[in-house]
């Protein structure tokens, strides 16, 4: 009797906390397409390389994955005591954040830290700060106020929130973090140090924390990619009940013929030969050298046959 056919759902659930849905691994050690160069994202991951925090420069096919989080922040000095105030409506509201960083990895971790201003649309640009490093030890963690994001944003390390904006004057913007690879004492294999940061924000007698996750930086795919990366994704696929799944290959397998769609022929190659290797990369252990291939890994969360 001819066997009854079912469909195989597979989902990918987001998981961002070591790699992705979808997941780049490795560096490309070939030219850019010239064409495509302008949609690559700023060159931030350069800073984590360079060591010196302000460096702009260009992207290199072999820049790392940026672990990227913007905290919002608000700030505002309120008419201090003791002093007199002349106006229709006294600043009397107190808006204070504050972003704490909490390095809980095993080993020290160097990070990069900005402030930028939030304007208008139609007010004139405002400068972003500078990048300023931070290194902390394992178990450590450090707060950045309202004091030191005035520092970030004006470039003093003496300048104080009212003393550069003076009373009543809200300011608001994101302090952003950046982790790169790290390199850990006595080892050459270069680690992803994932640390934890939140928001505490205080309105007058007003307190509300927020947990700020990360958001990865793509850089080795400068040519459109029939999938998003670090996003979920979802195939239903025609299978034989008869007979056992292997899910993982499943996939893989419909992803192959998805890349299979790419016009350009050594883009084909190269995305074909990263779901290659990402198919023989153990999605729970995502250390690779830096000599490795690069790599696109899949992480399943649900594989479900369906009627």
């Given amino acids: 009797m001819k066997a009854r056919w079912l469909r195989l759902a597979l989902a990918l659930a987001i998981v961002l906390v070591a790699l992705g849905a979808l997941v780049v691994l490795g560096g490309i050690a070939l030219a850019r397409n010239p064409d495509a160069v302008s949609n690559a994202p700023p060159a931030a991951a350069a800073v984590v390389d360079a060591g010196a925090p302000d460096a702009q420069a260009s992207t290199a096919e072999s820049d790392p994955l940026v672990l990227s989080y913007a905290a919002k922040f608000v700030c505002q000095e309120p008419l201090q005591p003791g002093q007199f105030y002349y106006g229709t409506a006294a600043p009397l509201v107190e808006e204070q954040t504050g972003v704490l960083v909490h390095n809980s990895q095993p080993y020290t971790v160097t990070l990069y830290k900005k402030a930028v201003r939030a304007r208008l649309e139609t007010a004139p640009e405002i400068r972003p700060g500078a990048w300023v490093s931070v290194t902390l030890k394992p178990d450590h963690a450090i707060r950045i106020d309202c004091d030191d994001i005035a520092k970030l944003l004006t470039g003093s390390p003496a300048a104080t929130f009212i003393g550069t904006y003076g009373i009543g004057v809200e300011v608001e913007g994101f302090v952003v973090i950046l982790v790169g690879p790290q390199t850990v004492a006595g080892s050459n294999v270069a680690?992803?140090?994932?640390?934890?940061?939140?928001?505490?924000?205080?309105?007058?007698?007003?307190?509300?924390?927020?947990?700020?996750?990360?958001?990865?930086?793509?850089?080795?795919?400068?040519?459109?990619?029939p999938w998003?990366?670090?996003?979920?994704?979802?195939?239903?696929?025609?299978?034989?009940?008869?007979?056992?799944?292997?899910?993982?290959?499943?996939?893989?397998?419909?992803?192959?013929?998805?890349?299979?769609?790419?016009?350009?022929?050594?883009?084909?190659?190269?995305?074909?030969?990263?779901?290659?290797?990402?198919?023989?990369?153990?999605?729970?252990?995502?250390?690779?050298?830096?000599?490795?291939?690069p790599a696109l890994v899949a992480l399943i969360g649900r594989c479900d046959k369906i009627d």
């Fill in 191 to 225: 680690r992803f140090g994932p640390v934890d940061v939140t928001a505490e924000y205080v309105r007058a007698s007003e307190v509300l924390k927020k947990d700020i996750s990360y958001q990865p930086w793509w850089w080795w795919w400068w040519w459109p990619l």
């Fill in 228 to 293: 998003r990366l670090g996003y979920a994704y979802q195939r239903i696929l025609t299978i034989d009940p008869a007979t056992n799944i292997d899910c993982r290959g499943v996939l893989y397998n419909a992803l192959l013929q998805d890349a299979q769609a790419i016009a350009d022929t050594q883009q084909r190659t190269l995305t074909l030969a990263a779901l290659n290797a990402g198919q023989n990369t153990d999605p729970t252990k995502p250390t690779r050298g830096g000599q490795d291939s």
